[in-house]
T-cell receptor, first 114, second 116 residues
Framework: AQTVTQSQPEMSVQEAETVTLSCTYD???????LFWYKQPPSRQMILVIR??????QNATENRFSVNFQKAAKSFSLKISDSQLGDTAMYFC???????????FGTGTRLTVIP | DAGVIQSPRHEVTEMGQEVTLRCKPI?????LFWYRQTMMRGLELLIY????????DSGMPEDRFSAKMPNASFSTLKIQPSEPRDSAVYFC??????????????FGPGTRLTVL
């Protein structure tokens, strides 16, 4: 069974600062994908970033980057130069490479303080 | 391109009534997913379809829930009869999957269901 754990229910960061959200997962699979989704107050689930487990290079998307540690089964999200629009719930998610099920963590509520 | 479209965005109904949620996936996508989000259980997969065929419905809570995908551009999730504990946000998502490496799922805006 696949499990995803987000140990930080809530976090806050000053505007323009950097924040890191934690995620760990448990799986016996070797080939899989990891995702971070953002859910702002509008409720829309928005893909932030995706990482293939077979790639050693950490994924980056503009101000968003990940620190993927496969051996430790850790997948943290770093948000640089935080903006007010980054205020949202952030969900870490896992999918095996040959499957189609997304397993979600419980989410981290991030508040960016002006 | 239009994203995943869901309707209605909000639904308020009374216990015992039938509720139908609708979803239009992204054009060209062949996999469709229904998720439910509650405070207690977080996001959980209810059912997913590949090429209009239900593949895994193990997440459907009980017989009151049913889902159909009559064609590649439309799916429904029906609850009959509805109960207050069904109150949640229901998301539809779609992706393109050929049975090999998985593809990213794109979510609709969700339907907030309140059962009184």
């Amino acid at each position: 069974a696949q499990t995803v754990t987000q140990s930080q229910p809530e976090m806050s960061v000053q505007e323009a600062e950097t924040v890191t959200l934690s995620c760990t997962y448990d799986t016996s699979e070797n080939n899989y994908y990891l995702f971070w989704y953002k859910q702002p107050p509008s409720r829309q689930m928005i893909l932030v970033i995706r990482q293939e487990a077979y790639k050693q290079q950490n994924a980056t998307e503009n101000r968003f980057s990940v620190n993927f540690q496969k051996a430790a089964k850790s997948f943290s999200l770093k948000i640089s130069d935080s903006q007010l629009g980054d205020t949202a719930m952030y969900f870490c998610a896992f999918m095996i490479r040959q499957g189609n099920n997304l397993f979600f963590g419980t989410g981290t509520r991030l508040t960016v303080i002006p | 391109d239009a994203g995943v479209i869901q309707s209605p965005r909000h639904e308020v109904t009374e216990m015992g009534q039938e509720v139908t949620l609708r979803c239009k996936p992204i054009s060209g996508h062949n996999s469709l997913f229904w998720y439910r989000q509650t405070m207690m259980r977080g996001l959980e997969l209810l059912i997913y379809f590949n090429n209009n065929v239900p593949i895994d419905d193990s997440g459907m809570p009980e017989d009151r829930f049913s889902a159909k995908m009559p064609n590649a551009s439309f799916s429904t999730l029906k609850i009959q009869p509805s109960e207050p504990r069904d109150s949640a946000v229901y998301f539809c998502a779609s992706s393109f999957w050929l049975g090999g490496p998985s593809d990213t799922q794109y979510f609709g805006p969700g339907t907030r269901l309140t059962v009184l």
